[in-house]
C-alpha cells in the first residue's frame, strides 16, 4: 500500500518567511509524528499525534513553530519567521492504532534550507 | 550522558562478513527498540523491532537486546555492499509521552569488496 508522503520534498526560502511542510500518513495510521534531523545529526523529535487527544508538542524548539493535524489524517508543520538553524531534514512517520505495535514508517522528508 | 548511544563509525566489513552494530540506552524502564537503516540522502527505514530480552532473527539480520545490561546489538550476516548505510537505534520508554521514539546518531557501516 501506499507509505507516508510528504511535500514538498524541497523548500527553499529567505529568512524571516513562513512555510509549510505537509504530510500525508499511511491510511488508517492514527498516530502521527514530526521529526527534524540536521546535517550529521541524529532524529530530533517535534510533535506528536495520536487520534482526538491533544498533541505533544514537547519537542517543539519554539513557539516559531506549530502543527495540526485535521480530521484525524494530514498534517502541517508550519515554521513561522524562520531562520537559517531551522535548515534541516523534516521528517515525519506514522504509527498504526494497534495495541502493543510502536513501528514508526517514516515518510521522504522535506528539505528545508533558509537562505 | 546521551539517552541513547552508538558508536559513530564509520563501521568497515568485508563484503560477506558479518557487521556488529551495537546500541546502549540509558533509561532503564525502555520497552521497545528499533534499528532502521538511513542511505544517504534518504529516509530511515524500519528494518527490525524486538521487545524482549534475547534475540530476534530476520533474514541476514539478528537484533539482541540485553536489557539488564541497557544494550541492543544488530548483527547483519553475509554482508552485502547495498548494507552500507547509517544504522540509527531507537528506543521507545514507557510513560510520559511513552510513544515517542529516541534516536541514537547513527552508526554508519561501509561494506567493501
Known amino acids: 500500500g501506499a507509505g507516508v508522503s510528504q511535500s514538498p520534498s524541497n523548500k527553499v526560502t529567505e529568512k524571516g518567511k513562513d512555510v509549510e511542510l505537509r504530510c500525508d500518513p499511511i491510511?488508517?495510521?492514527?498516530?502521527l509524528y514530526w521529526y527534524r534531523q540536521s546535517l550529521g545529526q541524529g532524529l530530533e523529535f517535534l510533535i506528536y499525534?495520536?487520534?482526538?487527544?491533544?498533541?505533544?508538542k514537547s519537542g517543539l524548539p519554539s513557539d516559531r513553530f506549530s502543527a495540526e493535524r485535521t480530521g484525524g489524517s494530514v498534517s502541517t508543520l508550519t515554521i513561522q519567521r524562520t531562520q537559517q538553524e531551522d535548515s534541516a531534514v523534516y521528517l515525519c512517520?506514522?504509527?498504526?492504532?494497534?495495541?502493543?505495535?510502536?513501528?514508526?514508517?517514516f515518510g521522504p522528508g522535506t528539505r528545508l534550507t533558509v537562505t | 550522558q546521551k539517552e541513547v548511544e552508538q558508536n559513530s563509525g564509520p563501521l568497515s566489513v568485508p563484503e560477506g562478513a558479518i557487521a556488529s552494530l551495537n546500541c546502549t540506552y540509558s533509561?532503564?524502564?525502555?520497552?521497545?527498540f528499533f534499528w532502521y537503516r538511513q542511505y544517504s540522502g534518504k529516509s530511515p527505514e524500519l528494518i527490525m523491532s524486538?521487545?524482549?530480552?534475547g534475540d530476534k532473527e530476520d533474514g541476514r539480520f539478528t537484533a539482541q537486546l540485553n536489557k539488564a545490561s541497557q544494550y541492543v546489538s544488530l548483527l547483519i550476516r553475509d554482508s552485502q555492499p547495498s548494507d552500507s548505510a547509517t544504522y540509527l537505534c531507537?528506543?521507545?520508554?514507557?510513560?510520559?509521552?511513552?510513544?515517542?521514539?529516541?534516536f541514537g546518531t547513527g552508526t554508519q557501516l561501509k561494506v567493501e569488496l
Open positions: 512517520a506514522s504509527r498504526p492504532n494497534m495495541g502493543g505495535v510502536y513501528e514508526q514508517y
Open positions: 491510511s488508517g495510521h492514527t498516530a
Open positions: 499525534f495520536q487520534g482526538n487527544s491533544a498533541p505533544d
Open positions: 533509561d532503564r524502564v525502555s520497552q521497545s
Open positions: 524486538i521487545y524482549s530480552n
Open positions: 531507537a528506543v521507545r520508554t514507557q510513560g510520559g509521552g511513552g510513544n515517542k521514539l529516541t
